[in-house]
């Protein structure tokens, strides 16, 4: 059973308007979620990463909002750009459990068109 | 830099055959993962290890297992292969919990 659900496996958009990549969770236990960034026969590189304890966090064109209520995150990329095109892999952790597993959900592929 | 490095980029083997990955960081990093990415499924979790000679399985163990002898070196061995276990595999390692896990390179394994 999934506890990190990618639902949208791809997206598509033009370079420099905002791309904006969703991840929901079943899990009440998760206290730490990341985004990371996957290139063809790459591993994944992390990207960008949230609390619990806060709403939103920024690092230059990225930007990760967690709605604990709806147990919802979203990763908003602006601009976009044709190098952002890679799956885009959404990952939480759980206070209390085994040290610093992180459960992934199955990715979304972005594409950014010129 | 942390960095994981996986003893091979790409291999192939036959069916039946054992199969080592090796995995190595350099960062003292308590943890250490085995995952397998197929189309579709993300990332699935096979082992794990939170010290040395201590492993946990994942989502997916069966025909896998895995040896943490020194705490930078976690390998992953497939019992004898299938085709069924053409993949890619990732190598990770972290620090304790709320951390990122940092990644190798992959090792895009087929069976023939």
């Known amino acids: 059973d999934q506890q990190v659900k990618q639902n949208s496996p791809s997206l598509s958009v033009q370079e420099g308007r905002i791309s904006i990549l969703n991840c929901d969770y079943t899990?009440?236990?998760?206290?730490?979620f990341l985004w990371y960034k996957k290139y063809p026969a790459e591993g994944p590189t992390f990207l960008i990463s949230?609390?619990?304890?806060?709403d939103k966090n920024e690092d230059g064109r990225f930007t990760v909002f967690l709605n604990k209520s709806a147990k919802h995150l979203s990763l908003h990329i602006v601009p976009s750009q044709p190098g952002d095109s890679a799956v885009y892999f959404c990952?939480?952790?759980?206070?209390?459990?085994?040290?610093?597993?992180?459960?992934f959900g199955r990715g979304t592929q972005l594409t950014v068109w010129p | 830099d942390v960095k994981v490095t996986q003893s091979s980029r790409y291999l192939v083997k036959r069916t039946g055959e054992k199969v080592f990955l090796e995995c190595v960081q350099d960062?003292?990093?308590?943890?250490m993962f085995w995952y397998r990415q197929d189309p579709g499924l993300g990332l699935r979790l096979i082992y794990f290890?939170?010290?040395?000679?201590?492993?946990e399985k994942g989502d997916i163990p069966e025909g896998y297992s895995v040896s943490r002898e020194k705490k930078e070196r976690f390998s992953l061995i497939l019992e004898s292969a299938s085709t069924n276990q053409t993949s890619m595999y990732l190598c990770?390692?972290?620090?304790?919990?709320?951390?990122?896990?940092?990644f190798g390179q992959g090792t895009r394994l087929t069976v023939v």
């Open positions: 990770a390692s972290s620090l304790i919990h709320n951390t990122e896990a940092f």
């Open positions: 899990n009440s236990m998760f206290d730490y």
């Open positions: 949230i609390s619990s304890i806060k």
């Open positions: 990952a939480a952790s759980a206070k209390g459990s085994t040290l610093g597993r992180l459960y």
């Open positions: 960062m003292d990093h308590e943890n």
């Open positions: 290890s939170y010290d040395v000679k201590m492993k």
